[in-house]
């Protein structure tokens, strides 16, 4: 039986592929780190119970996401669609690398730049593009209303700021254990922790 390949491999056949960045940097354990249009993103394999692979892609703000690191570096996480993981390859044939370039490939370039990565922040609920999407649970929405509040502030978009405080203004919400959340008391809390992680005011 063919020994299956590394994450690391298959990260490597992957760039090879250009499936993620050619210049990513990719770690024996088998994480790719890249960065492009002012985002930072980091790319990596797991194994399901069953064995099965599961591909995950973080993409953050380059200039916050480090200051943020504890919080998540200021980044969506971008997931497939699909709950099913994908066979493990013995080799990175033509037919996984296609496969590949409609998930993980997808995953890579979903976030279009910063003002792109602002707006998602700012939804409440999951955002879907091409078959992948980015999850964004509604317990950590008011945290993600202040960063991208943050964002919106930094590029000067008038626009994405002006809905970023209307959603921080909005109404309750229950979560799915049924405690009810307020926006804004919720996103206050936040808007103090990274207030000391930047060493900047965050008005809200």
């Known amino acids: 039986m063919p020994r299956s390949m590394s994450p690391a491999r298959i990260l490597r ?10 210049d990513a940097e990719i770690s024996p ?9 002012a985002l930072s993103s980091v790319a990596w394999l797991a194994k399901d119970a069953t ?34 993981s994908l066979a493990w390859p013995a080799t990175f044939s033509e037919e996984f690398a296609a496969v590949m370039r409609s998930t993980l490939g997808m995953g890579a370039v979903f976030v279009e730049g910063r003002a792109d990565l602002c707006g998602l922040l700012a939804e409440r609920h999951d955002v879907a593009r091409a078959g992948v999407h980015a999850w964004l649970p509604t317990a950590n929405y008011p945290a993600r209303l202040v960063q991208a509040l943050i964002l919106a502030r930094d590029i ?12 921080l203004n909005g109404p309750t919400i229950e979560l799915s254990n049924g405690r009810i959340m307020d926006i804004m008391t919720s996103a206050k809390e936040w808007a103090k922790r990274y207030s000391k992680a930047l060493q900047v005011e965050i008005s809200i």
Do not use: Y
Not at 29 to 37: L, S, T, V
Not at 54 to 78: C, M, Q, R, Y
Not at 156 to 167: V, Y
């Open 13 to 22: 056949a992957a760039a090879d592929a250009g499936i993620i960045p050619v």
């Open 29 to 37: 354990k088998g994480e790719a780190r890249w960065q492009a249009n």
């Open 51 to 84: 064995g099965g692979l599961l591909w995950h892609v973080n993409t953050g703000d380059a200039k916050f996401g480090p200051a943020l690191e504890k919080f998540g570096g200021l980044s969506v996480p971008i997931r497939s669609q699909i709950d099913d």
């Open 156 to 167: 000067q978009s008038a626009d994405l700021e002006s809905i970023t405080l209307e959603r």
